[in-house]
């Protein structure tokens, strides 16, 4: 009745090698003729899929996120080799990158931290990943993952919005309260308050008066409501936005008829998900009828709120759903369910036996051919052709050549039109990885050594390479591992296939829950899934290490692009390389640097013409696009947990015991700079009338004596010796800089020996020679902060300019500003970033005790975390650890992923005892 196309494994495995070598081949010819704009066709299954693995879900704002990252081809899940970089970036719910690591990639894996500071204020963070490689197959090839950050100290404290509560009066009223500390982000506050409060959509704002320096809100709510927004901004401009969930239940119920569409006639699987504010599953009951009140079917959900029913559609009828929402007093939630239509066709797809079938009816193609298309995250496996008979027709595909995970089905008639379409899912877990594991005791004592054997074997018993992850957590860590995050597995063979997926449900694709994940996969639209389009245009080189480009043009009087001249790059630090380049006919370069880790490092571009004369050309360095930041705001709704706060509370006790030993033990932390001596100068006296009394004061001569040898500036400096006062992140324009920001003064402007530095000159402070500092101050919240905003900005309209902001005044020995000191003709300062630099995990030894160790309490939650273990082709691996002096239960979690792809997932259980 049909006969199919696809690929058997040898021939997809010929295909990709092919597709690869073209990637090769564009690599190396962008590497000739730099700036061809020309694109070219990429088969998605040659994007890359990144999974970002945390040491935990939850941290105190002084400790340290771990991140481990896996690159793998999306195609087969086996390590990349085309991306040697990484970039994964700390976000915060304002969209403000924090922090960017650029992570060096062996064999797709990869590692970082990021250390955690008290500045940041508690919520939820968004760590993001993605490769320039992926930038051909847009977003949906970003990595995000989401985490919560917390005050290291007592719940509350450093919450600029705290002690949220509902109160119901004796009237019924219900009233909102919540206290707000508009001094945790504007030391400078003083007065009223204005707050701006959302809920559901419907927006107020009011005043707020202190009373006893306490600002508090009282608010009127109606027991609907579900969702409510509080922002406060003080008379400096800074604001801060707390998103709370005034109600559990149900939120949002959607409806999906079976290939997308109800058909008149013809009876089709209906699946449902309802969701709660924040798009977690909610489990719910409800009927079926009609625009007349007729029952038609009742339905009821799983606990994930996922359900589905059989409806014959029928173009006379008006089908509602009656949802009772339970716990509120809204009565019934109804619910219009998606029109019939005249004419269509139905898809209905399940899995017997060894076989797929198809089951296709349409109401209007009687006898013609239909054409379906099998593809799996990318790569067409099937393309088979039947004819209806009646209106029917029946394929089966054997699922050995179907590989295991989701797979996208589409019926097309003869003009290639998509009639309709849906997602399957192919279990094989007779061919996963086996993880064997086991500790040499079932029970410990405190701080015992526990050693544990792994060896990884394939399907068949045989003992496999692969790289393994381990990660040993406490009970309550763990209870919020399982609530919170994915497995290995299930994030390769599911839940990455997807923009949008289901937290912690790693049960959905056990045996057990087959109709219920084939239920879920029905939820799901063509935009939801990543592979919905088998091509894409792009024109982005594969990044295989850290290189430098850019182009050579001549000066304003001349400015187009220079050939043949000679590009000197020299890097210093602890690692000095000279390079030479000449530049093509577009007069650009490019220069592949060795691995070098750090944050950046200090280099000099110089260049000659054809007769070795150093000329004044201009150096532009390519721009490294950032893309496009989203937050999904529903991450920023807080609901905490009894699982959640146990967790926090335990880290609270840690971090306590932690400080009251360093300061038993005399560490003193960092104090606060104070202005004192402060010797007045005319240009500091000018300074000072039009913008403020500086905050903090840094000598010239203290800034020198801090410079390192691995020092790129004097940005540099600061940021690693004061990052309680100031920032420094890298704007993507001009080449690319340094510009530094006042941690909580907003905006921030420079200033050198009292001059402005105008917009287009801020790439050339990051120059200064910290040799020529005479001081450096900051003026938090400057007064006429606006005016000078339209200084440096002069294009901008008034009304747009920022009401406050911080400003930066560096005073040079020349005094004459940011161009006090002759520029050398012909060559370009500037700093380069180069990998960031490696840490491993504190692994705690009490093979022989200290003197610290006997007396501090060991309160670990989380007691190993090692990743990138190569095993030896044997297969094997001996781990030790020791315990911490928290009894109870301990898991072991480990994962798998063999060069081939093949993962695997295993956990194992023991205790620790009391001495």
Excluded: C
Excluded at 391 to 397: A, I, N, R, V
Excluded at 747 to 770: K, S
């Amino acid at each position: 009745m049909f006969k199919t196309s696809f690929f058997k494994k040898g021939q997809f495995k010929h295909t990709l090698s092919f597709y690869f070598l073209l990637v090769g081949l564009f690599f190396l010819r962008s590497n000739v003729a730099f700036g061809q704009e020309s694109s070219l066709s990429y088969p998605i299954s040659l994007a890359e899929k990144i999974f970002l693995t945390t040491d935990r879900s939850i941290y105190l704002n002084n400790q340290t996120l771990w991140v481990n990252a896996i690159v793998t081809k999306a195609a087969d899940h086996s390590p990349s080799q085309l991306s040697g970089v990484l970039y994964i970036e700390l976000i915060d719910f304002n969209e403000i990158i924090l922090e960017r690591k650029t992570i060096k990639l062996e064999n797709g894996w990869g590692q970082a931290f990021f250390d955690l500071y008290q500045s940041y204020l508690p919520g939820r963070y968004l760590l993001r990943a993605y490769t320039k490689w992926n930038e051909n197959f847009g977003a949906d090839f970003i990595s995000e993952k989401y985490v919560d950050i917390y005050a290291s100290q007592e719940i509350g404290k450093n919450d600029p919005i705290y002690d949220l509560t509902l109160v119901e009066e004796e009237s019924g009223n219900t009233i909102l309260e919540a206290i707000f500390d508009p001094a945790s982000i504007d030391s400078l506050v003083k007065g009223k308050l204005d707050v701006f409060v959302n809920i559901d959509g419907l927006a107020d704002s009011l005043s707020i008066k202190p009373e006893n320096q306490i600002y508090k809100l009282s608010y009127p709510i109606s027991p609907k409501d579900k969702v409510v927004s509080l922002r406060m901004r003080t008379d400096n401009g800074m604001s801060y936005t707390k998103t709370v969930a005034l109600k559990d239940g149900v939120s949002e119920v959607e409806f999906f008829p079976e290939s997308g569409s109800l058909v008149h006639g013809i009876y089709s699987r209906v699946a449902f998900h309802a969701k709660d504010v924040k798009g977690k599953g909610v489990k719910i009951n409800g009927k079926v009828r009609d625009q007349e009140g007729n029952l038609i079917t009742t339905f009821e959900s799983t606990e994930r709120g996922i359900g589905s029913f059989l409806l014959k559609g029928d173009t006379s009828k008006i089908f509602f759903a009656e949802i009772p929402l339970e716990n509120q007093e809204r009565g019934v939630l109804t619910i219009q369910l998606p029109e019939t239509k005249f004419k269509g066709d139905v898809l209905f797809a399940y899995i017997t036996n060894d076989e797929l079938r198809l089951d296709i009816t349409s109401s209007y193609h009687d006898n013609d051919s239909s054409y379906v298309s099998l593809s799996s995250r990318g790569v067409e496996y099937f393309y088979a052709r039947g004819v209806l008979s009646e209106g029917k027709m029946f394929l089966k595909f054997p699922l050995d050549s179907i590989p295991e995970g989701v797979s996208s089905l589409t019926l097309f008639d003869q003009d290639k039109k998509v009639l309709a379409s849906r997602y399957i899912f192919n279990p094989k877990p007779q061919e996963r990885l086996q993880l064997i594991a086991n500790t040499d005791l079932k029970s410990y004592s405190q701080r015992q050594l526990t050693k544990l054997n792994v060896a990884v074997l394939d399907s068949e018993g045989r003992n496999r390479d692969a790289t393994l992850s381990v990660k040993v957590l406490d009970e309550q860590l763990y209870a919020l591992y399982k609530k919170e995050q994915q497995s290995l597995i299930a994030r390769t063979l599911l839940f990455s296939d997807f923009n949008y997926s289901l937290a912690n449900e790693d049960s959905l694709i056990q045996p057990e829950n087959a109709l219920e994940l084939d239920t879920w996969l029905m939820t799901k639209r063509p935009s939801d899934y990543k592979f919905h389009q088998l091509e894409v245009e792009g024109n982005v080189s594969p990044e295989y290490t850290i290189g430098v480009s850019g182009r050579v043009e001549g000066n304003f009087l001349r400015k187009k692009a220079i050939n043949r001249i000679e590009v000197t790059l020299m890097t210093f630090g602890e690692q000095v390389g000279v390079f030479q380049e000449q530049t093509d006919s577009l007069g650009r370069f490019n220069f592949l640097l060795p691995d070098m880790f750090g944050t950046e490092i200090n280099a000099l571009v110089q260049t000659v013409d054809e007769k070795g004369q150093k000329k004044d050309f201009s150096i532009l360095l390519d721009d490294k696009e950032v893309p496009p930041i989203s937050f999904d705001q529903r991450e920023t709704i807080l609901r905490l947990d009894s699982i959640k706060r146990n967790v926090i509370i335990k880290e609270q006790k840690k971090d306590t015991v932690d400080r009251a030993f360093n300061l038993s033990n005399n560490f003193i932390e960092l104090e606060e700079f104070t202005v004192e001596d402060y010797l007045m100068t005319p240009q500091r006296q000018e300074v000072m009338e039009r913008f403020g009394k500086p905050t903090h004061v840094v000598d010239g001569a203290e800034i020198e004596s801090k410079e390192e040898k691995w020092s790129y500036g004097l940005y540099s400096i600061l940021l690693f010796n004061y990052p309680e006062l100031i920032s420094v992140t890298r704007i993507n324009v001009n080449g690319g800089f340094l510009h530094a920001k006042v941690n909580g003064g907003g905006l921030t402007l420079v200033v050198v020996d009292g001059i402005p530095v105008m917009n287009y000159d801020y790439h050339l402070i990051q120059n200064i020679d910290p040799s020529e500092v005479k001081s450096f101050e900051i003026i938090k919240n400057a007064k006429g902060f606006p005016k000078l905003f339209l200084e440096v900005f002069p294009w901008v309209h008034p009304l747009a300019a920022p009401p406050v902001g911080s400003v930066i005044a560096i005073y040079t020995h020349a005094g004459k500003g940011l161009f006090g000191a002759n520029a050398t003709e012909g060559v370009m300062k500037t700093s380069l970033p180069v990998f960031s630099a490696m840490r491993e995990y504190e692994q705690m030894d009490y093979s022989a005790l200290t003197e610290e160790q006997l007396i501090k309490p060991d309160l670990r939650s989380l007691l190993f975390w090692k990743n990138n273990i190569e095993l030896s082709k044997m297969g094997q691996e001996e781990l030790s650890y020791y315990n911490s002096d928290i009894t109870g239960k301990k898991f072991i979690i480990l994962e798998a992923l063999t060069p081939n792809g093949e993962v695997g997932f295993k956990e194992l259980e023991y205790t620790v005892e009391s001495k």
